[in-house]
């Protein structure tokens, strides 16, 4: 069984930063991406920013120059610097990673979100 945790959501002012965490437990053969997707209140979800296995990452336009993804030291978990946020930002953050597992066939999975929220 796969879970991923995040952590690191809350208030802040704008121009101010957070971090967001993921870390993804269980039978992990091998890890092919991990991203950040989000969802404000009466949007759909979108792509905030992924970083794949070989290193190479992927932005939206709407959070390039303000917000970086890295991958951790221990194996599985990734993060989001996010600086400069703007009352825009506000959203459930939601870790994305596609994995293969013991099943030996690449699935995707989510976490259950973590809230940002900047106050103007």
């Known amino acids: 069984q796969v879970q991923l945790v995040e952590s690191g959501g809350g208030l802040v002012q704008a121009g101010g930063s957070l971090r967001l965490s993921c870390a993804a437990s269980?039978?992990?053969?091998?890890?092919?991406?991990m991203g950040w997707y989000r969802q404000a209140p009466g949007k759909q979800r979108e792509l905030v920013a992924t970083i794949i296995s070989g290193g190479s990452t992927n932005y939206a336009d709407s959070v390039k120059g303000r917000f970086t993804i890295s991958r951790g030291n221990a194996k599985n978990t990734v993060y989001l610097q996010m600086n400069s946020l703007k009352p825009e930002d506000t959203a459930v953050y939601y870790c994305n990673a596609r994995l293969v597992t013991s099943r030996l066939y690449e699935q995707v999975y989510w976490g259950q979100g973590t809230q940002v929220t900047v106050s103007s």
């Open positions: 269980g039978s992990i053969y091998s890890n092919n991406a």
